[in-house]
Structure formats: structure tokens, C-alpha cells
């Protein structure tokens, strides 16, 4: 019994830590990310997928483009959003519904466009390396969320 237990125990920290180096590698990527261009970052990111998804040169192409034009967008939101808060100008409930909206629109959009860009087996890739992808960024902001709970002393 004893033994079973410190298997158990045993195995729930390595898989923890294994978690834990995860997150830390996509922060690490994603400060590495902020110092480059976004024509760097696509071509990265274009090249990344093309290994995955095994996709053709025009796809990597098309799909290089799309992220350039996504990843300067992204960035100009970014740093309106910065220099808002900067200012001390708080959210309304309306000015951050239309934020949100905006980005589930862009979403959509993208979601759209590389539908068009990728086959039927791609695509489903696609949708699962990013569902994979999400499900960790929530992870990780709620664990951000958490760790900031407890340094003010608050509790749920």
C-alpha cells in the first residue's frame, strides 16, 4: 500500500514539474518573440506550422503574410492598450465589450482565412495544435491570477 502511495506521489510531481517547464518555455518564447520583428516572428511562426502541418511553399507563403499582418496588428493594439493605461484612463463596460468583440471577430476572421489556405486534414491539425495552445495560455493566466491573489492577501 505504502508503495502505491509513493508511486502515486512520485508520479503527480513529475508530471507538476513537467507542466511547470511547459509554461516557463512558452514565456521564454514569448519574450523572445517581443524583441523581433514581425517579419521575423512569421517567418518563425510560418516555418513552424509548415513542419507540423507539412504544408507547401504557398501555403508557408500565404500563411507567412497572414501572420506578418496579424502579429503588426496585435502589436499597434498592444501599445494603444499600454498608453491608455498609461494615462489613467479606466475601461468602461462598453469600451471593453467592443475590445472583446473586435477580437473574437478577428478570430474569426483568421480562423477563415486559414481555412481557406489549408486541406481538410491541415486545418483540423491547425485547429487542434491551437485549442492545445489556448487551453495552456488559460492555464497559465489563471495560475498568474492566482499567485497574485495570494501576494495581496486576498482569497476567493
Known amino acids: 500500500m505504502k508503495k502505491t502511495v509513493v508511486v502515486l506521489m512520485a508520479l503527480f510531481m513529475g508530471l507538476t514539474v513537467m507542466a511547470q517547464k511547459k509554461e516557463g518555455q512558452m514565456r521564454k518564447m514569448h519574450d523572445t518573440f517581443k524583441d523581433m520583428s514581425p517579419e521575423q516572428v512569421a517567418t518563425l511562426k510560418s516555418k513552424k506550422m509548415a513542419l507540423h502541418l507539412d504544408l507547401s511553399e504557398s501555403q508557408t507563403q500565404q ?4 501572420e506578418k ?9 498592444h501599445e494603444a492598450r499600454k498608453a491608455q493605461k498609461e494615462k489613467g484612463e479606466a475601461q468602461d463596460a462598453d469600451t471593453r465589450f467592443k475590445m472583446m468583440e473586435a477580437r473574437l471577430d478577428q478570430q474569426l476572421a483568421h480562423q477563415k482565412q486559414m481555412k481557406q489556405i489549408l486541406n481538410a486534414e491541415q486545418y483540423e491539425q491547425w ?9 495552456m495560455v488559460k492555464r497559465s493566466q489563471k495560475k ?3 499567485h497574485k491573489r495570494m501576494k495581496n492577501g486576498e482569497r476567493k
Not at 500563411?63 to 497572414?66: H, R, S, T
Request: hydrophobic letters at 35%.
Open 127 to 135: 485547429k487542434k495544435m491551437r485549442h492545445k495552445k489556448e487551453a
Open 63 to 66: 500563411i507567412k503574410a497572414l
Open 69 to 77: 499582418e496579424r502579429i503588426t496588428e496585435m502589436r499597434a493594439q
Open 144 to 146: 498568474k491570477k492566482m
